[in-house]
């Protein structure tokens, strides 16, 4: 891969980058226990005062609030994988068979870990 493509996939993940990290933080934090996970931020459920379909509603929002952050931190964590790849001089490199991962395939995904012929295989 030339030096101008592979600046071209660097300058797309560094912004994916901070687009997710954005994201994460509307619904998220970083665990004070563990700074290299995040959580969703809690609602305060000890108001019992509401009505219970309030609080059900809060419930249900901090329970979407968490799936949908896991999957953020999940592409937030292949982004960061692909970016040190980059680094290292391995980025572009199918994680199962070790062959390029298709140019096409990394204009659609530039945090890609394999290959097409793979990609149920991660």
């Not at 292949?78 to 391995?90: F, S, W, Y």
């Not at 395939?105 to 530039?110: D, G």
Request: net charge negative.
């Amino acid at each position: 891969m030339d030096t101008a493509t592979l600046a071209s996939f660097k300058s797309r993940l560094e912004a994916e980058e901070q687009k997710l990290l954005g994201e994460l933080q509307t619904i998220g934090r970083i665990n004070p226990d563990n700074p290299n996970d995040w959580e969703a931020v809690p609602t305060d459920t000890q108001d019992r005062s509401t009505d219970l379909n309030d609080f059900a509603d809060t419930i249900e929002a901090y329970e979407t609030n968490a799936a949908v952050l896991k999957q953020l931190e999940a592409q937030l964590i292949d982004v960061r994988d692909a970016l040190a790849k980059i680094e290292q001089g391995t980025y572009g490199t199918c994680e199962v068979s070790g062959d390029a991962i298709e140019h096409e395939r990394l204009e659609a995904n530039p945090a890609a870990r394999t290959c097409v012929a793979h990609i149920n295989d991660r």
